[in-house]
């Protein structure tokens, strides 16, 4: 299968939006080509719980079953980091993003798709989303006047008052970067897996067209399979770096 470069992104495989590129209207809607992915999957998430909820049962079975299997375990995570005190308030908004993340990952395994994680512009969306939760839940338990001394390293002395205009560049570098981080390694990692399975199933064509072979052999299927696993992992992490980041803006968290 050919390789195609999407506008401003690194080789994939074609999406079925690649097959009427000539028409002049495509154009504008390959540009947006990981934004409307990145809405159908989100589509696709809510259809799911919607259907997996609208009839609950107090025994449940089916995808019900399924569903709050994975909702339990998931809180059962981050309340190891977030206490069982406060893990119900955050668990809709964290849930949601490692769902949704790791549903982006997958995604580019399916034919003529792609993973929207795979572009920066999606990642850095998903990263401010985050960065702006944070920010609220700082200003909202510290006040406006108490984050700014907590930026300044809660100074208690002469010592600390004359290391505060040093300590707040610090402390506002840490936190842009966090979003940053988040995003590239996302991108980074989901990006690579893809260009693997890529390269594998290129191999795949020359051997075959080289050889004469009846059949291309799938030599990109172990690359597929470990990207599934990595596609896991990758969603755990960024889900898992953001709840610590909102474990932070607890004021009983950071005391300790």
Request: glycine fraction near 6%.
């Amino acid at each position: 299968m050919t390789l195609f470069f999407a506008v401003g992104d690194l080789p994939h495989f074609p999406t079925f939006f690649h097959f009427v590129k000539n028409e002049g209207w495509m154009d504008f809607i390959l540009y947006w080509e990981d934004v409307l992915f990145s809405s159908l999957i989100a589509l696709l998430i809510s259809v799911i719980f919607f259907f997996g909820a609208r009839k609950r049962q107090m025994i449940p079975r089916g995808i019900q079953n399924f569903l709050e299997w994975i909702v339990e375990n998931f809180r059962n995570s981050l309340a190891n980091i977030l206490g069982p005190d406060e893990v119900d308030k955050h668990l809709p908004f964290l849930a949601t993003l490692f769902v949704y993340i790791f549903v982006m990952n997958i995604f580019g395994v399916i034919p003529f798709m792609k993973s929207p994680s795979t572009s920066l512009s999606i990642t850095i969306g998903m990263a401010l989303c985050v960065f702006a939760r944070v920010q609220y839940l700082n200003v909202k338990n510290y006040g406006g006047f108490g984050y700014l001394y907590h930026m300044c390293g809660s100074p208690q002395n002469i010592g600390g008052w004359i290391l505060a205009p040093l300590m707040l560049p610090i402390e506002l570098i840490t936190q842009v970067s966090r979003p940053v981080t988040l995003a590239l390694r996302l991108t980074g990692n989901v990006m690579g897996e893809h260009i693997l399975v890529s390269i594998f199933a290129f191999l795949s064509l020359l051997i075959f067209s080289f050889e004469g072979l009846p059949l291309a052999l799938p030599i990109q299927l172990p690359a597929m399979l470990f990207g599934l696993f990595t596609s896991l992992v990758q969603a755990l992490v960024f889900t898992l770096l953001s709840t610590v980041y909102i474990m932070l803006s607890l004021p009983d968290k950071k005391s300790h």
